[in-house]
């Protein structure tokens, strides 16, 4: 009978029987790894059972269900953030707001002189429903940003709580009790709002005023950053700020315009 024939590694140099050894090894403890009657769950694989092109193939489904969860998780994350910050309040008259940043200082109350830096802005159309389950607002005029090249970063409007004419009325609604060092954002229902030229704050620019005037009639947002509070108060301020406001809690915005509508009639 011929001789057998001697492999390589049987008569290579120790190193490379050990080497030739421990990838049986391994290989062992894969198959074993992937026996079905090994609970493989218990050590960690996410394919369990599968081995070569399936295994390759589960995996990359495996990691791309995983990419997808973190993306919807970083989506949510943006929009909880950015859309809609903070805590949701609807007043008794309907106003609502949102308290971005309780703050800690003193209290702004009627009669107190305040002072603040803010940003209006109108809602886009496919954010028109969207003010309490998230929406991308559009910048109609703002103070203390340095918006459309303005030199005002850190200025503020000044105003006393409760003087007719000083802020729209819903805002002077949702401002009583807002701390210094806090932040809101207000919704403005066009009927209490910037309703005429004499209502502040007023933009400066004139673009800030254009898109204003184009946008009166609209539910807008004043985010608002309570930068000072000086408590004088005053007897001429102390009745009910929101005397005459009151709408269905909440204030429903009206639907959007429909393009359709006047076909049909």
């Known amino acids: 009978a011929p001789e057998p ?8 140099a120790p190193g490379a029987r050990r080497r030739f050894a421990a990838s049986r090894l391994l290989a062992t403890l894969g198959l074993l790894i992937a026996a079905p009657g090994v609970p493989a769950n218990a050590r960690g694989l996410k394919c ?9 193939d589960c995996l990359r489904e495996y990691r791309r269900n995983e990419q997808g969860k973190e993306a919807d998780d970083d989506v949510e994350e943006y929009r909880a953030k950015y859309e ?8 008794p008259s309907g106003i609502q707001y949102r308290e971005i940043t309780p703050g800690r200082g003193k209290v702004c109350e009627p009669g107190a002189v305040c002072a603040i830096s803010y940003q209006v802005f109108r809602l886009s159309s496919g954010a028109y429903f969207k003010y309490s389950s998230g929406g991308r607002p559009i910048l109609l005029f703002a103070q203390g940003y340095g918006t459309e090249g303005q030199d005002d970063v850190g200025s503020v409007y000044k105003f006393i709580l409760g003087d007719k004419n000083s ?7 949702a401002l009583n009790g807002m701390r210094e060092g806090g932040k809101r954002r207000v919704l403005i229902p066009p009927t209490v709002g ?33 930068v000072v509070v000086k408590q004088f108060g005053s007897d001429d ?26 076909k049909i009639g």
């Open 194 to 226: 910037w309703t005429d030229n004499n209502v502040g704050p007023q933009p400066t620019t004139f673009g800030g005023k254009r898109r204003l005037e184009n946008h009166r009639d609209e539910a807008l947002l004043f985010e608002v950053e309570m």
């Open 5 to 12: 024939l001697r492999t390589h590694v049987e008569t290579g």
């Open 167 to 173: 802020l729209p009325r819903a805002a002077t609604i």
């Open 237 to 262: 301020t102390d009745t009910a700020l929101d005397e005459g406001v009151k709408f269905d809690a909440p204030y429903s915005l009206p639907a959007p315009p429909n393009p359709f509508r006047r």
């Open 84 to 91: 809609q910050p903070g805590e949701l309040v609807t007043l």
């Open 48 to 56: 369990p059972g599968l081995s070569g092109e399936k295994l390759r």
